[in-house]
Every structure is written in C-alpha cells, then in structure tokens.
T-cell receptor, first 118, second 110 residues
Framework: AQTVTQSQPEMSVQEAETVTLSCTYD???????LFWYKQPPSRQMILVIR??????QNATENRFSVNFQKAAKSFSLKISDSQLGDTAMYFC???????????????FGKGTKLSVIP | NAGVTQTPKFRILKIGQSMTLQCTQD?????MYWYRQDPGMGLKLIYY???????DKGEVPNGYNVSRSTTEDFPLRLELAAPSQTSVYFC?????????FGNGTRLTVT
C-alpha cells in the first residue's frame, strides 16, 4: 500500500513571496504519477501540476513548480509570486501506473492549508 | 461541456435513513470514482468503476453501495446512514488523464 505524507498542516506566506509545500510518499513501485491539487474555499478540486516518475525534469506550470527527488521519495511544490487567490488547501497525491490503463485511483495526503497574507 | 455533475450539493440525513448521491459525466470517460473527505484529512477512495457494469471497492467501502448501468452515471447509495458517514463526497472521472472532479456533496448525518 502507498502512503502520502504532508508534514505541514498549515502555512502562511506574504503576497508576492515564495513558499514551498512538502510532500513525501512511500511506495515500492517504480512507475507512478504524482500530483498537487488545490482546494479553495469553494470546495472545488483543481489540478495544479503533475509529475511522471520516469521523467527526471521537474514539472512547471507558470508560477508553480515541483522539486521531485525520486530516490528520497520527495515531491515538494514551490509557489512563486504568491497571490491572494492561492489561498487554499493543497493536497499531494500519488497513483501507481499499474492501476490500469486510464485508471487513476489516487492516494491523497492530508493536505496543507496555505494562507496568503496581503 | 458540464464535466462531472453531482447532486445534491448539501443534504442532512437522520440516522438510519437512506439516500443516493447522484453523479453524471458527459466526457465519455470509462473510469469513475467516489471519494470522501473528512475534516483535516485527504480524500479516501470509496468505490470505483472501470466501465459500465463493473465496479470495485476502494479503501473505505463499508456502508456504501454503487452501480454503473451506463457510462455516464455512477450513483452512490447509503442504505443506513450513520454519523460516521458525515463527510464531503466527491465524484470524479478519468480516462488516460488526471481526475476531473465534481463540486462535491456535503452530507451531515444526525
């Protein structure tokens, strides 16, 4: 079974500053995907970024980037130039590729509540 | 496209009552999922389906039932509601892509 650990229940950052959210995971699989999802107060689950384990290059999406350390089983999210709209819960999630073609049975961490302060 | 639609948005049940949470998707995705989210916790998989007529248990299936008679619909049934089922429920779908989530149903059992 896989586990995903987010060790920071809450974080805050000043607007325009940079913040890093931590995530570690435990698996015996070698091929998998990792995700960061954002959940604002509206309760929507929004995909922020995805990383394929077989890719060494860290994924980036505009102000969001990850630091993927496969050997250390670490997958942190960096948010640059933080904006008020980034205030949300952030969830790290894992899925092994063996789940089946097209199947995404994700395992989620408990989340980090991020507050962006004006 | 509407994506994944869940109804109702909110519901209060008394202990022992039953209800069905509805989920429909218009993206022709084969895979559909039900997750629950408890306060301070991440999402946990209740049931999933790999196609019409095929369902399987996730991590926390007890107290729930599902069916998948069509590709579009994946309802979740609570037969005898218990306070432990107070949660936010998310339906999602996928096919060779990250999950598309519905907006959730907040269920309170008192």
């Amino acid at each position: 079974a896989q586990t995903v650990t987010q060790s920071q229940p809450e974080m805050s950052v000043q607007e325009a500053e940079t913040v890093t959210l931590s995530c570690t995971y435990d698996t015996s699989e070698s091929n998998y995907y990792l995700f960061w999802y954002k959940q604002p107060p509206s309760r929507q689950m929004i995909l922020v970024i995805r990383q394929e384990a077989y890719k060494q290059q860290n994924a980036t999406e505009n102000r969001f980037s990850v630091n993927f350390q496969k050997a250390a089983k670490s997958f942190s999210l960096k948010i640059s130039d933080s904006q008020l709209g980034d205030t949300a819960m952030y969830f790290c999630a894992f899925v092994p590729l063996y789940s089946g073609a097209g199947s995404y049975q994700l395992t989620f961490g408990k989340g980090t509540k991020l507050s962006v302060i004006p | 496209n509407a994506g994944v639609t869940q109804t109702p948005k909110f519901r209060i049940l008394k202990i022992g009552q039953s209800m069905t949470l509805q989920c429909t998707q218009d993206m022709n995705h084969n895979y559909m999922y039900w997750y629950r989210q408890d306060p301070g916790m991440g999402l946990k998989l209740i049931y999933y389906s790999v196609g019409a007529g095929i369902t399987d248990k996730g991590e926390v299936p007890n107290g729930y039932n599902v069916s998948r008679s069509t590709t579009e619909d994946f309802p979740l049934r609570l037969e005898l509601a218990a306070p432990s089922q107070t949660s936010v429920y998310f339906c999602a779908s996928s096919h060779n892509s990250p999950l598309h989530f519905g907006n959730g149903t907040r269920l309170t059992v008192t």
